[in-house]
């Protein structure tokens, strides 16, 4: 792991450079040297980034149910589309078919663009720790 991937996989997580040394059990200045390449990260850091990474594709993969809060009121996401969708003429029901069928394929897509990058994450540490 470089300091590029450092950086990518920080703001991949959403974390500040403070948050991120803090995850990592170091000062800001610390986390800084690592992240402009003037510190080698040791292997026990790179087991932790790892570990913030599953961490935050496992809570990802748990949030099966998306809500919507407006003016107070709690919806279920997935209840609302199907009354909608029930409440529609069934000529309106093809584009609206035709668009999920299309953000499911983006979503897979994206989810095997997401383990190639840590198939190639993983390929560079290893490569890393072999020199």
Sequence with gaps: ??????????????????KMAEELGLSLRGYQ?????????????IETV?????????????????????????FDLNDAIKLIF???????????MQMYKETIEQRAIMEEREQMYQKMLKSKQKDETQD
């Design 33 to 45: 040297n690592w992240e402009q390449g003037d510190r080698k990260i040791p292997k026990t850091a």
């Design 86 to 96: 029930d409440n529609i003429k069934e000529a309106e029901k093809m584009p609206l």
């Design 50 to 74: 790892n570990r913030l990474l599953d961490n935050n594709k496992k809570s990802y993969k748990n949030t099966q149910t998306a809500y919507y809060e407006k003016a107070g009121v709690k």
């Design 1 to 18: 792991m470089n300091n590029l991937n450092l950086k990518e996989i920080r703001k991949k997580l959403r974390f500040t450079q403070a």
